[in-house]
């Protein structure tokens, strides 16, 4: 790592002005100025409006700035470092090897590099988390006392978080009346730019890209390989060969129905505009009943990111706290039990085969099926009655994708305790959810190799084979039928409010 960036000396680089001297003095000498374009979730070249904005502002090129802020960095699980370091170093052959890294505050860290290549603005697209809202005020603060400007342009999102709003101007609770105004308010069309648009200015010494940490070490877990290039390739392969389907497909985690774009949107490699614009031109050619059904609920799923993120925009505590209650206190197992269970659950060992598959696949890609999402969130929640926040917070440590908004609010969503969330007494049947969307065992069998040998459905069901339960697969840490019944139990005991 570069170890931060250090109170300036004199500048010795051959972007540095003179301060004296026949060259300072010399007629028509002009000092150089370029911007900054600092780099967060926004890692791509294509359709990028803070790089235009970039490019506008800075009349001798713009410096690519990527700070590896301590503190994302503590809280983001091994997964989530490799490959954004994959990503940035595919960022950093875009630009030709002319990403500049440093590791520290963003707080000291941008102003140092704005003030080291004496830059004219800093460009941003929006943060709208609690963490990136406060962190920008601070920047913007910070640069305004040496005089140069924090512009942002764009957004994660098609649709800004705050954008969307009833006619009394309150935000959304429920998603159906915001998918409405979401597909109204509109979005613009992807901004035009690309690798050729503007000259990089290298970095400044001793924090080039080669600066990266190094992978940590994932043992067994593969992860996709990251870049701007390669979610374009994903994408277009999708859209050619499966977005049609879509509706049809999404939920069947045997299949490959679905884009696997989440770990790219959350980091930017390719914004939901450049997508919403094939969306759109698929929908406008001459397609079939299904066919447009598939790319609306693809449109649709989109929109629910934009949902979430707007959740969170206008209610930060989401990310920590419920925003429903759904059952009392002590409806929730706690101390060594909790433990137990929820290490059982992470390590998928508790006996149902789909809850177990899906967490086997977590620890095997660093991704999960959204559908098995749900279905192991709802084991944890209302099976093991282990709290919504234990099982976000796992997931946080081990996705890819983990993104706050995304993974919160979906955790409150089949906890019940969202905005626009699933019902409580919405109890998934573990085993009645894996026939209905793996049914022919497929899925199972991939994940839990101690099921390999068993035929067809009955892999759903293990513990009514013949010859029992096959060696080394566990026995079921608890009856589903039971644990139904308390959880339905302790919710009628909710806190009326």
């Given at each position: 790592?570069?170890?931060?960036?250090?109170?300036?000396?004199?500048?010795?680089?051959?972007?540095?002005?003179?301060?004296?001297?026949?060259?300072?003095?010399?007629?028509?000498?002009?000092?150089?100025?370029?911007?900054?374009?600092?780099?967060?979730r926004?890692?791509?070249?294509?359709?990028?409006?803070?790089?235009?904005?970039?490019?506008?502002?800075?009349?001798?090129?713009?410096?690519?700035?990527?700070?590896?802020?301590d503190?994302?960095?503590?809280?983001?699980?091994?997964?989530?470092?490799?490959?954004?370091?994959?990503?940035?170093?595919?960022?950093?052959?875009?630009?030709?090897?002319?990403?500049?890294?440093?590791?520290?505050?963003?707080?000291?860290?941008?102003?140092?590099?704005?003030?080291?290549?004496?830059?004219?603005?800093?460009?941003?697209?929006?943060?709208?988390?609690?963490?990136?809202?406060?962190?920008?005020?601070?920047?913007?603060?910070?640069?305004?006392k040496?005089?140069?400007?924090?512009?942002?342009?764009?957004?994660?999102?098609?649709?800004?978080?705050?954008?969307?709003?009833?006619?009394?101007?309150?935000?959304?609770?429920?998603?159906?009346?915001?998918?409405?105004?979401?597909?109204?308010?509109?979005?613009?069309?992807?901004?035009?730019?690309?690798?050729?648009?503007?000259?990089?200015?290298?970095?400044?010494?001793?924090?080039?890209?080669?600066?990266?940490?190094?992978?940590?070490?994932?043992?067994?877990?593969?992860?996709?390989?990251?870049?701007?290039?390669?979610?374009?390739?994903?994408?277009?392969?999708?859209?050619?060969?499966?977005?049609?389907?879509?509706?049809?497909?999404?939920?069947?985690?045997?299949?490959?129905?679905?884009?696997?774009?989440?770990?790219?949107l959350?980091?930017?490699?390719?914004h939901?505009?450049?997508?919403?614009?094939?969306?759109?031109?698929?929908?406008?050619?001459?397609?079939?009943?299904?066919?447009?059904?598939?790319?609306?609920?693809?449109?649709?799923?989109?929109?629910w990111?934009?949902?979430?993120?707007?959740?969170?925009a206008?209610?930060?505590?989401?990310?920590?706290?419920?925003l429903?209650?759904?059952?009392?206190?002590?409806?929730?197992?706690?101390?060594?039990?909790?433990?137990?269970?929820?290490?059982?659950?992470?390590?998928?060992?508790?006996?149902?085969?789909?809850?177990?598959?899906g967490?086997?696949?977590l620890?095997?890609?660093?991704?999960?099926?959204?559908?098995?999402?749900?279905?192991?969130?709802s084991?944890?929640?209302?099976?093991?009655?282990?709290?919504?926040?234990?099982?976000?917070?796992?997931?946080?440590?081990?996705?890819?994708?983990?993104?706050?908004?995304?993974?919160?609010?979906?955790?409150?969503?089949?906890?019940?305790?969202?905005?626009?969330a699933?019902?409580?007494?919405?109890i998934?049947?573990?085993v009645?959810?894996?026939?209905?969307?793996?049914?022919?065992?497929?899925?199972?069998?991939?994940?839990?190799?101690?099921?390999?040998?068993?035929?067809?459905?009955a892999?759903?069901?293990?513990?009514?084979?013949?010859g029992?339960?096959?060696?080394?697969?566990?026995?079921?840490?608890?009856?589903?039928?039971?644990e139904?019944?308390?959880?339905?139990?302790?919710?009628?005991?909710?806190?009326?409010?």
């Amino acid at each position: 790592f570069v170890s931060g960036p250090q109170p300036p000396g004199p500048r010795t680089d051959h972007r540095a002005p003179p301060s004296t001297g026949a060259a300072a003095c010399a007629p028509g000498y002009r000092a150089p100025v370029p911007s900054v374009l600092w780099f967060r979730r926004d890692l791509r070249l294509d359709d990028n409006p803070a790089l235009l904005a970039a490019a506008e502002a800075g009349r001798d090129g713009v410096v690519a700035l990527f700070v590896l802020e301590d503190r994302l960095l503590a809280s983001a699980g091994a997964p989530r470092i490799a490959y954004l370091v994959d990503s940035l170093t595919s960022l950093n052959e875009s630009l030709d090897g002319g990403l500049t890294v440093v590791r520290g505050d963003a707080r000291t860290a941008v102003p140092a590099v704005a003030r080291d290549v004496a830059a004219s603005s800093v460009h941003i697209a929006g943060d709208h988390t609690p963490f990136g809202r406060g962190r920008d005020t601070a920047v913007e603060e910070s640069l305004g006392k040496i005089g140069v400007r924090l512009l942002r342009a764009g957004s994660p999102y098609a649709v800004s978080p705050g954008t969307v709003r009833t006619k009394s101007g309150t935000a959304y609770q429920v998603f159906t009346p915001f998918l409405r105004a979401w597909l109204a308010t509109g979005w613009p069309a992807p901004a035009g730019s690309g690798r050729g648009t503007v000259p990089w200015v290298p970095a400044p010494a001793g924090a080039g890209a080669d600066r990266l940490p190094h992978t940590p070490d994932l043992g067994p877990m593969r992860l996709p390989r990251a870049g701007e290039e390669r979610a374009r390739r994903r994408w277009r392969a999708f859209r050619d060969d499966h977005l049609a389907d879509y509706d049809r497909t999404r939920d069947r985690p045997d299949l490959p129905g679905t884009s696997r774009l989440s770990t790219a949107l959350k980091l930017g490699e390719i914004h939901p505009r450049t997508l919403l614009a094939d969306v759109s031109e698929f929908l406008a050619g001459d397609r079939d009943e299904h066919g447009r059904a598939g790319a609306e609920v693809y449109r649709a799923e989109l929109a629910w990111r934009e949902f979430h993120a707007d959740v969170l925009a206008e209610a930060p505590s989401a990310a920590t706290r419920s925003l429903r209650v759904m059952a009392p206190t002590d409806a929730w197992v706690s101390g060594a039990l909790e433990h137990e269970r929820l290490g059982a659950w992470a390590r998928g060992r508790t006996g149902y085969p789909m809850v177990d598959a899906g967490m086997r696949q977590l620890l095997a890609e660093g991704w999960m099926h959204n559908r098995v999402r749900m279905i192991v969130a709802s084991f944890l929640v209302k099976d093991l009655h282990v709290r919504w926040q234990r099982g976000a917070e796992h997931f946080m440590r081990v996705l890819v994708d983990g993104d706050v908004a995304s993974n919160q609010l979906n955790w409150q969503w089949v906890a019940g305790t969202g905005r626009d969330a699933s019902p409580f007494y919405r109890i998934f049947n573990p085993v009645t959810q894996g026939l209905r969307f793996d049914p022919n065992g497929d899925y199972v069998r991939r994940y839990v190799p101690e099921l390999a040998d068993v035929p067809g459905r009955a892999a759903h069901e293990p513990w009514r084979l013949p010859g029992g339960i096959p060696g080394g697969y566990p026995e079921r840490v608890v009856d589903h039928a039971v644990e139904r019944a308390q959880a339905l139990a302790d919710h009628a005991r909710r806190p009326r409010v």
